[in-house]
């Protein structure tokens, strides 16, 4: 399988967390009756809404008492001539001040819209949310969330706001600085020329992940553009042919039998003759991380 397009270093590699012995019980108070870490680490696959999502982590005060809170500790760490971001990561990054960041509410935003409320499956994950936090934030960061989808959070939980819950196992955070760093130009382009041509792929990236991930063609399609990295060389490459990529669809495959697999098919238009290219992947989204069955061919309608 090619590698992924960036993965933010420190992280670990995606693999399913195992479930506790027990479920936290203020995780299962505040998610719902019956939701918790357990019970959804032990749900079978036909039970459970897998979420593989796109946008970017926002922290909130959920309550009064945890921003007084929150303040009572900033005033212990030195904070002068920082920003309200760069104080904020400050204070979460102190050992000493991680309780402050099981109080927040970290809510994942998916184009302007407040999408879901993040729970870590493994309490030690609660520091894939406080990396999260950018003390410089730029307009082309972004989060890529995979877990399982929960109930619609209690009004209580988090400052009235109510959206689904969910339980997360593994989060990526990148941008664009450090995506286009980490990936060499093709040997038929020049850095100049490949730079402007990265850009272009990657708010394209931001378009399409226009939704909140939790069908099987948003999850496939959501693989392919973060983790797949010859999405992104094909598009490049079509780019320096004089092609732009005019559309993108997910479909179930007809190979589905036992297994979800979606067939996810790019579309380039040539810009001087009225032509169009085709090429495809096939990803299985039958579990919760989904896996590239097929690399990038050409694709014939049917």
């Known amino acids: 399988m090619e590698q992924p397009i960036k993965q933010t270093a420190g992280l670990k590699e995606a693999e399913a967390v195992p479930s506790h ?10 998610a719902g009756e019956g939701w918790g870490c357990k019970s959804v680490a032990g749900a079978s696959p036909s039970m459970t809404s897998f979420v593989y999502a796109i946008g970017r982590i926002e922290p909130r005060f959920g309550s009064l ?13 030195e904070t002068a001539g920082k920003t309200d971001r760069q104080r904020l990561h400050a204070v979460l990054s102190e050992r ?4 402050l960041a099981r109080q927040i509410c970290w809510v994942l ?10 729970l870590p499956r493994d309490p030690a994950d609660i520091d ?3 990396n999260a936090i950018r003390p410089v934030p730029n307009p082309s960061d972004i989060d890529v969330v995979i877990g399982m989808r929960g109930p619609v959070a209690p009004p209580e939980l988090c400052n009235g706001l109510m959206v689904p819950l969910l339980a997360f196992d593994q989060i990526y955070s990148f941008g664009l600085d450090e995506l286009i760093k980490s990936m ?20 394209t990236i931001i378009q399409l992940a226009d939704n909140a991930g939790s069908t099987s063609e948003h999850r496939a399609l959501n693989y392919c553009i973060v983790r797949y990295r010859g999405f992104f060389d094909k598009t ?3 780019f320096h042919r004089n092609f732009s990529l005019t559309g993108v669809e997910a479909r179930p495959s007809s190979l589905s039998s036992t297994r979800a697999i979606v067939d996810v098919v790019f579309s380039y238009a040539d810009r001087q003759r009225d032509s169009t290219e085709k090429y495809f992947v096939r990803v299985d989204v039958t579990e919760e ?8 061919a050409p694709y014939y309608d049917h």
Do not use: H, W
């Not at 008492?65 to 760490?77: I, P, T």
């Not at 000493?96 to 309780?99: C, M, S, V």
């Not at 060499?184 to 402007?196: K, L, N, T, V």
């Open 128 to 130: 894939l949310l406080v």
């Open 184 to 203: 060499p130009a093709p040997s038929q382009m020049s850095s100049d020329e490949f730079r402007p041509a990265a850009e272009e792929v990657f708010n």
């Open 65 to 77: 008492a945890s921003e007084k809170e929150f303040a009572q500790a900033a005033s212990r760490v």
């Open 236 to 238: 490049v490459e079509q």
């Open 109 to 118: 935003i998916v184009q302007g819209l407040e999408t879901y409320i993040l």
């Open 21 to 30: 012995s027990e479920t936290d019980p203020k995780t299962a108070a505040s």
């Open 96 to 99: 000493q001040n991680r309780y």
């Open 289 to 296: 991380f989904p896996f590239l069955m097929t690399r990038m």
